[in-house]
């Protein structure tokens, strides 16, 4: 079953110390307090790909800041901050970088148009002069912990976050144990290969990865020359019967399917919870078909696996960052 959602029982402990909660995308940013009574004060903006490679850090201590004053909230009595990431990460002086094929622009090149040549953004080292404490995760492992404590995922002990958004990230648990990898990079399995392609540049660099292949973003870059701008414009012209779209759609949900089926595989897992604006706005249409190339296949290491829409719904990014930073 799909825990439902009570907003209201996310809140820190009475008394204690307020923190900020960052959600860093390839397409936006968004800040938060939390405090006693709740998360609020939330702004969000694109997220920063111009100038020096520190845009990124500087928006967030600016969003942090703003965050504050509207939340009346002095900064100095943040405790902490959250920070859930996409990534890759790299890792200079133990401390995180991006390599986000959305926001740098030197990972692709010129053919992917963003507007930098960054192989990487600092992050983590302009927050930890700001801010006493700081935690940075991939937003897949985040996003996984807070379906753990307070959504879909909660009790289970063998799972996996898969958001269908911007990029495609995931985060990973088997044994009750989250999986990180070497550089806190564990779950990236957007960048991996199911399909053959020659088309579909990733921002990553790869031609032809899942990422590239389905992510909101390659959505636009590979069909709107056949009239969908966008992955609503798809979405509306399947449901309008057009069956080039209906086709395209299947093929998104096979290529989606393989992925996670091949996760289920090599982890033995119970349950998938799935998230990310390109899912969650669509999920009545994408989550049976997805099951389809999953249900059936192997049934010794299929049977009984639950793909389930996110239990925070799409308010996964905002509990995210603050999963990392509660307790």
Known sequence: MNPVFSPAAIRLAPGAAPVACVDIG??????????EHGVHAKLSEP?????????????????VHQSCATAHVAVADIAAVGVASCGPFVLRDG????????????????????????TTALLEAPLRQAFPR???????IAALEAERRWGALQGVDHCAYVTWSTGIGLGLCVDGRILRGKNGNAGHAGHTF???????????????????????NAIARRFSALG???????????????????????ELCR???????????????????????????????LLPKVRSHITGKLPSLTDGVELVPAGLGDQVGDYAALALVMG
């Not at 986000?100 to 990972?107: H, M, Q, T, V």
């Not at 798809?234 to 395209?248: M, N, S, T």
């Open 26 to 35: 390839g397409t936006k940013v968004a800040v938060s307090v939390a405090d």
């Open 134 to 140: 700081v935690r940075v995760e991939n937003d897949g």
């Open 95 to 118: 401390l995180v970088e991006l390599a986000a094929p959305n926001i740098c622009g030197g990972l692709a090149g010129k053919a992917r148009g963003l507007p930098n040549d960054w």
């Open 255 to 285: 290529i989606m399917g393989r992925t996670i089926y091949n996760l289920v595989a090599t982890l033995d897992l119970q349950r998938v919870s799935l998230g990310g604006s390109v899912f969650w706005h669509h999920r009545e249409t």
């Open 194 to 216: 199911v399909s053959d392609n020659t088309d579909a540049l990733c921002g990553c660099g790869n031609v032809g990865d899942v990422e590239g292949l389905v992510a909101g």
């Open 228 to 250: 969908y701008a966008d992955a609503a414009a798809l979405f509306v012209a399947a449901g309008a019967g057009d069956a080039g779209a209906v086709a395209i759609i299947d």
């Open 47 to 63: 997220t920063a790909t111009r100038g020096n490679p520190d845009a990124l850090a500087l928006q967030i201590i600016r969003l």
